[in-house]
Nanobody
Framework: QVQLVESGGGSVQAGGSLRLSCAASGYTYGAQYMGWFRQAPGPGKERERVATIGGDGTTSYAASVKGRFTISQDNAKNTLYLQMHSLKPEDTAMYYC????????????????WGQGTQVTVSS
């Protein structure tokens, strides 16, 4: 089992920055693939992949955040980060940390382990 706890969300104005953290505990060796997902408020809004990182450090980003967001991890602290710059109102969402030992499952949003989420609200 892997437990994931997100923090760092909040309310900012457009153009601002936030850094999200995700602390992992438990059997973290089973969570070599990690990522951030988000779900915007409103009916019909599906959860979308924001960024992922593999055990070898390979990263990927959604087109909508590329160049503004950076995913990173501190293996010594078992913590995943998402640095967000130039935030836009459309970035408003609940952000979730996810982890899995299979990259494909994480990529598709079907990761085994999920955090409880942290809210990010960007005002114009």
């Amino acid at each position: 089992q892997v437990q994931l706890v997100e923090s760092g969300g909040g309310s900012v104005q457009a153009g601002g920055s936030l850094r999200l953290s995700c602390a992992a505990s438990g059997y973290t060796y089973g969570a070599q693939y990690m990522g951030w997902f988000r779900q915007a408020p409103g009916p019909g809004k599906e959860r979308e992949r924001v960024a992922t990182i593999g055990g070898d450090g390979t990263t990927s980003y959604a087109a909508s955040v590329k160049g503004r967001f950076t995913i990173s991890q501190d293996n010594a602290k078992n913590t995943l980060y998402l640095q967000m710059h130039s935030l836009k109102p459309e970035d408003t969402a609940m952000y979730y940390c996810a982890a899995d030992f299979e990259a494909g499952r994480l990529w598709l949003g079907h990761a085994v382990y999920w955090g409880q989420g942290t809210q990010v609200t960007v005002s114009s």
